[in-house]
C-alpha cells in the first residue's frame, strides 16, 4: 500500500558529500513526518534526522551542523544532505514515515514505515 524508496548512497572520501532521497508512494493521505535513521555493524539504530511537513527538523547530536534536512511535500519526498563526511558516519540509511495512508477501505496511520536501506561509506 505504501513504499519508500531510498536513493543516493555510495562511497565517498573524509570530507565528502552525499545527498539521500526518499520517495513515499501508494495510498498516501497525508505524512506527518519523514526522516532518517542509521545502523553501523555491531550497534543500535540511530536518530539522523526527521522533519516534518510543517517544517520542524530534529537532528541527531552527531550530525548537527553537517547534515541537513529537507522535505519536497508535493512529492512526498525527504532529502537528507550530508556535508563534512566522516569515517563515523559510516550505516546503512533508513528512511522512515509516520503517515495516513488508505488501506481495507478506511483511514490508517503507520509511524514505522522503513525503506530498505541505503549503504553510505565513508573512508579516511
Known amino acids: 500500500q505504501v513504499q519508500l524508496v531510498e536513493s543516493g548512497g555510495g562511497w565517498v572520501q573524509t570530507g565528502g558529500s552525499l545527498r539521500l532521497s526518499c520517495a513515499a508512494s501508494?495510498?498516501?493521505?497525508?505524512?506527518?513526518?519523514m526522516g532518517w535513521y542509521r545502523q553501523a555493524p555491531g550497534k543500535q539504530r540511530e536518530l539522523v534526522a526527521t522533519g516534518t511537513s510543517g517544517g520542524r527538523t530534529n537532528y541527531g547530536d552527531s550530525v548537527k551542523g553537517r547534515f541537513i534536512i529537507s522535505t519536497d511535500n508535493t512529492k512526498n519526498t525527504v532529502y537528507l544532505q550530508m556535508n563534512s563526511l566522516k569515517p563515523e558516519d559510516t550505516a546503512v540509511y533508513y528512511c522512515?514515515?509516520?503517515?495516513?495512508?488508505?488501506?481495507?477501505?478506511?483511514?490508517?496511520?503507520?509511524?514505522?514505515?522503513w525503506g530498505q536501506g541505503t549503504q553510505v561509506t565513508v573512508s579516511s
Open positions: 501508494g495510498s498516501i493521505v497525508s505524512i506527518n513526518n
Open positions: 522512515n514515515a509516520d503517515l495516513v495512508y488508505y488501506g481495507g477501505g478506511s483511514l490508517r496511520r503507520r509511524s514505522d514505515y
